[in-house]
């Protein structure tokens, strides 16, 4: 199983929205509603901010959100903050209870 | 409060092998899959497994298989990763993660929901 590809970085203002890409196949991202990311800072276990495409757990602020279409997800963060500076990562269920990571995006605030 | 313990770091030698214990606590231990995930240094995260403490059933990656033990005691909340055949490129920081298996008479499938409660990590470092 191949790792998802996403952008190695981003980056943006405070304030303003950048979006990051996570590209798979028609056998994970395309072919099921099971796309998670995950924040990740530096020394940190990570953390879920999105699920099943575009539901945000409890505590997780509404400027995070998630879509997807075809075997592309995206994740927007939108009001940028110096606390989103961290790794990005996607994963996907990919068929017989196996899933996927992404590759990781390193996003910068400017 | 909700929370996963685990056992601290390792120091091995090529060839060895490494068992990492992932405790629970503050929750229904048999009601979440235990994901191992690693993370080599300045690298990714990478999926290795999943076991559901209930049944003791795993999945592992393909590139994990013939290599990887896992393995659970629900009567201490405690769930285990072991590799075996430790080499250079086995050095990373090991974690343990939850997802929802079960939750008021709905069962899911592994990877239907997300990894919502991590461990802290341990680091298994592979010299000679």
């Known amino acids: 199983q191949s790792a998802l590809t996403q952008p190695p970085s981003a980056s943006g203002s405070p304030g303003q929205s950048v979006t990051i890409s996570c590209t798979g196949t028609?056998?994970?991202?395309?072919?099921?509603?099971?796309v998670s990311w995950y924040q990740q800072h530096p020394g940190k276990a990570p953390k879920v901010i999105i699920y099943e495409v575009n539901k945000r757990p409890s505590g997780v602020p509404d400027r995070f959100s998630g879509s997807k279409s075809g075997n592309t997800a995206s994740l927007t963060v939108s009001g940028l903050q110096a606390e989103d500076e961290a790794d990005y990562y996607c994963t996907s269920y990919a068929g017989s209870n196996n899933g996927v990571f992404g590759t990781g995006t390193k996003v910068t605030v400017l | 409060q909700v929370q996963l313990l685990q056992s601290g770091a390792e120091v091995k030698k090529p060839g060895a092998s490494v068992k990492v214990s992932c405790k629970a606590s503050?929750?229904?231990?048999?009601?979440?899959?235990i994901h191992w995930v690693r993370q080599a240094p300045g690298q990714g995260l990478e999926w290795m497994g999943w076991?559901?403490?209930?049944?003791?059933?795993?999945n592992f990656a393909q590139k994990f298989q013939g290599r990887v033990t896992m393995t659970k005691d629900a009567s201490i909340r405690t769930a285990y990763m072991e590799l075996s055949r430790l080499r250079s490129g086995d050095s990373a920081v090991y974690y343990c993660?939850?997802?929802?298996?079960?939750?008021?008479?709905?069962?899911?499938?592994?990877?239907?929901?997300?990894?919502?409660?991590w461990g802290q990590g341990t680091t298994v470092s592979v010299s000679s």
């Open positions: 076991i559901n403490p209930n049944s003791g059933r795993t």
């Open positions: 028609s056998s994970d991202v395309g072919g099921y509603n099971y």
């Open positions: 503050g929750y229904a231990f048999t009601y979440y899959f």
């Open positions: 993660a939850r997802e929802l298996f079960y939750d008021s008479g709905k069962y899911y499938s592994p990877w239907n929901y997300a990894m919502d409660v």
